[in-house]
């Protein structure tokens, strides 16, 4: 199949959902750069690399909103695939930061994709609030195509923050949805948890990380090198699990030895 489609609107259900939404619970409260991503072991990834080099049906979940505005989600897919879907009509919650009572959305509410073809580059797209009101310019995670605002990341109107630590590990993203003076370059008006499977994650991870300095411009950031390995650091949790079994069998051992 080659074109993208979206599922039906799924409820989160704490503990089988394929992600912690209290893990992510402060973002939505703090601006960008107060983000705390040492403490959170969360990591800035350059949200234009969303890159699916392994086939795979992405999930994206709505984290939060702090936004007035209606503002629908959309994705397009090039390269070895061409299409675009909507993932979300309208980007607002009942329960969320700056909830509103008619929204169509509950925090943890989530949609399941169609497969994307390895080979094809992922974006997504809100446009402001473009459910009362289509005069806004849309915004993309592509920064190619979009307005140049007053904004000092501009014109870079979304953020990622990557968690390899979730069970499923996942992109927080965020975005900006005012261009011009009236903007609190907050980056988060709208936040997504979006699943893009454990191998483009790693490969993103890896090629396009940002560290863990939350206050850099984002329109200058430069790629660093991350300081391990996934799969290094995942092997050395199982390492350390095994040490930790061995020390409660040896004191174990010792209890019977004493008894
Ligand atoms: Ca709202
Ligand atoms: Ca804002």
Redesign the pocket.
Known sequence: MSELSVGPIQKYVEGSTWFDLTKYSRIGNVERTSVNLVESNLWLVDPSQLFIEESYAPRIAFLN?G??FQSPIDATVTGAMNSSARIFDNL??TN?I???AN?PLSVGDWVQLSNIAGGSQLNLIVTPNGVINNSRAPLSTDPTNNPIGSNPSSPIYWVAYADPNAHNPLLVMGYEDIVGDRSDNDYNDGLLLVDIGRANFNRIFETANFGQDATINLADAQPVPVPFEVESSMGLLLLLGIFACRSLLFKQRQQIDVA
Do not use: I, T, Y
């Open positions: 909103e936004a007035g607002s919650g969320s700056l909830p509103s929204a």
